[in-house]
Nanobody, 123 residues
Framework: QVQLVESGGGSVQAGGSLRLSCAAS????????IAWFRQVPGKEREGVAR????????YYVDSVKGRFTISQDSAKNTIYLQMNNLKPEDTAMYYC????????????????WGQGTQVTVSS
């Protein structure tokens, strides 16, 4: 059973930084992508960044390009999301997910999800 456990969320002021971690375990076979999604109440969950676990190639949505960096530490089975220059609109519950992907930033193709970690950015 694949388990993803996020950590690192918190409250910061605008312009601040946070680093989220996603610890993965229970894999029998590696999934192609691990991604970070976020969701605010009343809105759909949206992808912000993903990494190809085989090539380490990252992909970012426009709203976070230049501010967020996704990376992986294969030895630790951990994916990170470094978030810099945070804005109030980045406030959301952040989720780590793994799967074959397909239509990122949609959730389609992501079969495994963590429980989420809250990020709150105040102005």
């Amino acid at each position: 059973q694949v388990q993803l456990v996020e950590s690192g969320g918190g409250s910061v002021q605008a312009g601040g930084s946070l680093r989220l971690s996603c610890a993965a375990s229970g894999y029998r076979y590696r999934t192609r992508y691990i991604a970070w999604f976020r969701q605010v109440p009343g809105k759909e969950r949206e992808g912000v960044a993903r990494v190809n676990t085989y090539t380490s190639n990252p992909y970012y949505v426009d709203s976070v390009k230049g501010r967020f960096t996704i990376s992986q530490d294969s030895a630790k089975n951990t994916i990170y999301l470094q978030m810099n220059n945070l804005k109030p609109e980045d406030t959301a519950m952040y989720y780590c997910a793994a799967g074959a992907g397909g239509r990122f930033p949609e959730t389609f193709g992501y079969n495994y999800w963590g429980q989420g970690t809250q990020v709150t950015v105040s102005s």
